[in-house]
């Protein structure tokens, strides 16, 4: 069901998670650029909305307590959940793209009412029932390049910008913080530990690019992270030039360390992500995880992964995961590090 008229308000629905907000701005681009006028909102978990606030084509943010509405739920309290569907009703969005493509995002479009409501027919966890205008897209190609067909055989015209943009507050926190040095960021954590690159050898290619010129390392990651960096925070300990930031950035000074980094090194992570919409060098350590679907988008030269043949990527598989992971060595990245540093 689609409407002739161009609509004056639209919602982008993206909750989550931190990278795939990161890499869903296309969307957001494509958008503006056959809506100028529009109002153009992004409901995101609140926790990752520095990731969007920023964007000039962005007119505002509808942001999802994702913890708070949870725990209510659990606990039978339906107050707020019928509160912030009420208020997402009465913003009275003409359009709304399920950019997410699950159960929740779809009863999300669905609760605003909106008469056009853009989705994947073939969405997981049924997630089309919220959708009235629904496209068949292919889940194997890129999750960019998804989103892209999505809005496009709704009428709009792909744009491909993946820029980030960060808040001049976040700027200063991240020049303050680092100084003048050249520094690089490491990124080691990840929430499933089959995507994990050893920590110690995150430690000894910290010492590595120390010794080859690099005046600074900035460790970055969630507070609830910090177990998994032992090695790490122990040369930080030691080593004034290694930094330790573990826990200690919002999302958005996070962005803006990312933004300033000489070379980004990580694993499957939203620093990921960011480096690519921040044009930043950087070195993606992937295991158990699909290039083609989730890998940097566009920036798959940077990645290193090393799969053997019969192997199934499957990123809950810890065990599997390891495997690949610990088949890249430090050497390897080093090298990689220093073609990234030269441009080459």
């Known amino acids: 069901m689609q409407s002739d008229a161009a609509p004056k308000s639209i919602l982008i629905i993206r909750p989550s998670a931190l990278g795939d907000v990161c890499r869903s701005v296309p969307v957001l681009v494509s958008l503006r650029g056959a809506f100028p006028g529009a109002r153009i909102d992004w409901l995101v978990q609140d926790t990752f909305a520095d990731a969007v606030v920023g964007h000039p084509a962005l007119s505002g943010v509808v942001p999802f307590e994702r913890g708070r509405l949870g725990k209510d739920l659990k606990r039978i309290r339906l107050e707020s959940t019928m509160e912030f569907l009420e208020c997402l009703r009465a913003r009275r969005y003409e359009m709304v793209v399920d950019a997410q493509g699950l159960f929740r995002s779809g009863m999300l479009a669905l609760a605003t009412g909106a008469p056009r409501r853009v989705g994947y027919a073939n969405a997981q966890e049924l997630g089309w029932l919220g959708c009235n205008e629904r496209h068949r897209v292919d889940r194997e190609v890129h999750a960019v390049d998804r989103m892209l067909a999505l809005v496009e055989r709704a009428g709009v015209r792909p744009d491909a910008d993946m820029r980030l943009y960060s808040l001049p507050a976040w700027k200063q926190w991240a020049a303050q913080t680092l100084g003048a040095s050249q520094t690089a960021v490491l990124a ?17 290619l910290a010492e590595r690019m120390l010794a080859m010129g690099m005046e600074r390392v900035a460790i970055v ?52 992500h960011m480096a690519v919409g921040f044009e930043r060098p950087m070195v993606a350590l992937y295991g158990p995880t699909s290039i083609a679907r989730v890998g940097p988008y566009r920036r798959e030269r940077d990645v290193i992964q090393h799969v053997q043949p019969g192997e199934v990527l499957d990123h809950k598989d810890d065990q599997a995961g390891r495997a690949m992971m610990e088949r890249i060595s430090v050497d390897e990245v080093a090298a990689r590090v220093r073609s990234a540093l030269s441009g080459a």
């Open 188 to 204: 080691p954590t990840s929430r499933w530990a089959g995507k994990r690159w050893p920590a110690e050898r995150f430690a000894a």
């Open 221 to 272: 990651g969630a507070r609830s992270e910090r177990e998994q960096c032992g090695p790490l925070l122990e040369l930080a300990s030691r080593d004034e030039r290694v930094l330790d930031l573990i826990g200690k950035t919002s999302v958005g000074e996070l962005m803006a360390v990312v933004e300033r980094a000489a070379v980004v090194v990580a694993n499957d992570s939203a620093a990921i």
